[in-house]
């Protein structure tokens, strides 16, 4: 099983819909991340939680939101999504050393 | 702010040539970086990374990279490419433990790699 996994792996929604993307990690990390890539734009850095009390925007926050549940559990919402929105986002972990362990990606259409 | 420039967006090698990737970073300190790989439908792979000391930092698959201070930069290297290398590639900057970025990496545009037989 994968150490960070990601659900749902593929999601077709429509205009104003509710989104909610789930992460799990196993790693047993403090620090979670939400990027989103775009083609030609890298990725994007949406939210990011250092424990469970802490949450922190990123570069890219508007239209989202996030909820820690638990140190293995970071979710990320859209309340009301739009095609802008629509892109391949990642979950990612890291320990104090730096480095971020990706989970599959969520690749995310909104009509 | 820290930034990271991938000049290359698409670079096509012949299987067995040399491949070299450039990377260039701005940040305030000497910062973390990292080289990092994804596969087509897969998630980012880590390939190396360097945090200090001997400044040719060597990774998985065969790739290293040289941080020059110098020049701001950071290339990753492949002195025979392989079929299986073609993917894309991201450079990604991070703050050194202690900042208030520490933790949070920022990536470079990305450069698609193409393999030809």
């Known amino acids: 099983d994968a150490d960070v996994t990601q659900t749902p792996r593929n999601r077709i929604t429509k205009t104003g819909k509710r989104i909610m993307l789930e992460c799990s990690q196993t790693?047993?990390?403090?620090?979670m991340y939400w990027y989103r890539q775009d083609p030609g734009l890298g990725l994007q850095l949406i939210y990011y939680?250092?424990?469970?009390?802490?949450?922190n925007k990123g570069e890219i926050s508007d239209g989202y939101s996030v909820s820690r549940q638990a140190q293995a559990k970071f979710s990320l919402s859209l309340e009301s999504a739009i095609p802008n929105q629509t892109a391949l986002y990642f979950c990612?972990?890291?320990?104090?050393?730096?480095?971020?362990?990706f989970g599959e990606g969520s690749r995310l259409t909104v009509l | 702010a820290q930034s990271v420039t991938q000049p290359d967006i698409h670079i096509t090698v012949s299987e067995g040539a040399s491949l070299e990737l450039r990377c260039n970073y701005s940040y305030g300190a000497t910062p973390y970086l990292f080289w990092y790989v994804q596969s087509p439908g897969q998630g980012l792979q880590l390939l190396l990374k360097?945090?200090?000391?001997?400044?040719l930092v060597q990774g998985i698959k065969g790739f290293e990279a040289e941080f020059k201070r110098s020049q701001s930069s950071f290339n990753l290297r492949k002195p025979s490419v392989h079929w299986s290398d073609a993917a894309e590639y991201f450079c990604?900057?991070?703050?050194?433990?202690?900042?208030?970025?520490?933790?949070?990496?920022?990536f470079g545009q990305g450069t698609i790699l193409t393999v030809h037989p």
């Open positions: 990612a972990t890291s320990d104090l050393g730096g480095e971020l362990f």
């Open positions: 360097y945090f200090s000391g001997d400044t």
């Open positions: 939680s250092f424990d469970v009390k802490d949450i």
């Open positions: 990604a900057v991070g703050a050194r433990p202690g900042g208030t970025s520490y933790g949070k990496l920022t």
């Open positions: 790693k047993g990390h403090d620090r």
